[in-house]
């Protein structure tokens, strides 16, 4: 199949001198080459995607490496097809306190950067773990909107647990961590930590290193969901769809090595009707929490109060408990990239 437009999707930890100064040369850069971004700057790394042409993104990828190597030179885009419509709009490039969000507090940040980051595994050792590895916990530190449409299978052969935090935002990952109860399903496992490209991943798993102890087994995908489905496009053992914070909303391994799909497996379902559906498609978010909802097609005909719709009882907890997570920002967030 062949792709006219392409998406960069990169992270990299890495430090950066002069923030601001990045900004305004990568802005400035992006539209004299009229391409389209979203990015993040900070003083710990970069963050975000560029989209275009696809040969002119592969190109400004090189480019980028070549010359700002002190932050880009090992960065590892993460490039794929996409179509004209599910191109970025304009130019956003910004300086941010974080490349993504986990903390509040620059000293929490400090002292979480003397834990160890858990170590990683290719998308094929991975694979091979899940297949003959024992007493494995795996979890996943996406938000509840993601995991509905798609996350690795419980029931690989030497999984024993499967962690979803169940999180509105990926600043709620530190409570959840923080109970007992809920550390108590790592403790004396192999945990196997996943999220999309893998930066929650590496703040994520100094976190649980630092309550598990040094003896802990904790591993990380490299690459995230992205890169193993890049190797395993029929899936592998990830069921479902994977969420992006871009124009395309859901992907499958053959989405981003531009080729035609086979069987689709849909995990996620329609909050209203229950009808199989996956796609988060205009402003429809819950009237309670402001998490975006899956509302089919159909439903949508028949319903035009997109604010006001409920989750699915997966959410009635929540709601129930009141979590004062400030939902209102963290659902504004969400439109940002991890």
């Known amino acids: 199949m062949s792709c006219r437009y392409g998406i960069a999707h990169f992270y990299d930890l890495v ?144 999984v024993v647990d499967s962690v979803d935090p169940q999180t509105l935002s990926y600043e709620q990952v530190p409570g959840f961590l923080s109970k007992e109860s809920n550390l108590s399903r790592f403790k004396g496992k192999t945990v196997m930590m996943y999220c999309t490209g893998g930066v929650r991943c590496e703040r994520a798993s100094s976190l649980l290193c630092s309550h598990l102890g040094e003896t802990a087994e904790v591993f990380q995908l490299e690459g995230g969901i992205h890169r193993y489905l890049e190797k395993f496009p029929s899936g592998g053992f990830f069921q479902g769809a994977m969420y992006v914070f871009d124009r395309r909303r859901a992907v499958r391994g053959y989405d981003l090595l531009g080729e035609a799909q086979h069987e689709r497996q849909i995990l996620g379902t329609c909050c209203l009707c229950g009808s199989s559906w996956e796609m988060y498609q205009g402003k429809w978010k819950c009237g309670e929490c402001k998490m975006p909802i899956l509302i089919c097609l159909q439903c949508q005909g028949r319903c035009s109060h997109a604010g006001r719709t409920r989750c699915q009882s997966s959410l009635a907890f929540l709601h129930q408990a009141r979590v004062a997570v400030r939902v209102v920002q963290a659902a504004a967030r969400s439109c940002e990239m991890r």
């Open 15 to 158: 430090p950066v001198q002069a923030a601001q100064v990045l900004v305004q040369q990568l802005r400035e850069d992006l539209l004299a080459r009229k391409l389209q971004a979203r990015m993040k700057v900070a003083q710990e790394g970069v963050n975000g995607w560029i989209t275009g042409p696809l040969g002119d993104v592969e190109s400004y990828c090189e480019h980028l490496r070549a010359d700002f190597p002190k932050v880009f030179e090992k960065t590892d885009f993460k490039i794929s097809p996409c179509s004209e419509g599910e191109l970025s709009r304009g130019v956003k490039v910004w300086e941010s306190t974080s490349v993504c969000k986990l903390l509040d507090r620059a000293e929490e940040y400090e002292a979480l950067s003397n834990c160890t980051r858990a170590p990683h595994l290719t998308p094929e050792e991975w694979h091979q773990k899940l297949c003959d590895g024992k007493d494995l916990v795996l979890f996943d530190v996406r938000n509840l909107y993601e995991t509905r449409i798609g996350r690795f299978c419980e029931d690989a052969p030497g």
